[in-house]
């Protein structure tokens, strides 16, 4: 199986100028929890997630821990304090770069990636052209057709 099998050709994009309350309003009514951030030439800036969203949210407000913790157990910050939330913009908070693989890259390998690098969505591409995102929900649906294959294969004792 090929990431172009289960990838989701109808990618969501937005563009750095977007306001946070209007991603987050993108966010809900697209079902979507991050999308590429692209320039007006539609070329990959970074990504922006609901990750990006919360960290921003919690490090506006005064006396809120860091967001997360490293495995070593150090807190991490982004370095950024977001003062004016309402004008914040998504080129302000995204994740800037994108991990992106080619279409004909096996699961086994954007899974590994996704893991190795802590990340929930890669990007995917034909040359340069942006063609699909597989997400952590993307490769859950794969395994559960794979799963229900598996079982109908299985040969029955009778």
Do not use: N
């Not at 910050?77 to 096996?106: K, N, W, Y």
């Not at 690098?117 to 395994?143: E, K, P, Q, W």
């Amino acid at each position: 199986m090929l990431a172009k099998d289960i990838m989701r050709k109808k990618v969501v994009t937005v563009e750095g100028w977007l306001t946070l309350p209007e991603l987050a309003k993108l966010f809900a009514e697209k079902c979507i929890s991050g999308a590429p951030v692209v320039d007006e030439r539609g070329a990959v800036l970074g990504v922006v997630s609901h990750t990006d969203l919360v960290r921003s949210r919690r490090e506006a407000a005064p006396g809120v821990a860091v967001y997360h913790r490293e495995l070593d157990e150090t807190p991490r910050s982004a370095g950024f304090h977001i003062e004016e939330l309402e004008e914040t913009r998504v080129d302000q908070i995204m994740t800037p770069g994108a991990i992106a693989l080619d279409e004909e890259t096996p699961v086994e390998k954007v899974c590994k990636v996704m893991l190795d690098s802590h990340i929930h969505r890669v990007l995917i591409t034909r040359g340069t052209r942006l063609t699909g995102i597989v997400t952590s929900m993307d490769l859950l649906r794969a395994l559960l057709v794979i799963s229900k294959k598996a079982r109908r294969a299985k040969p029955r004792v009778k």
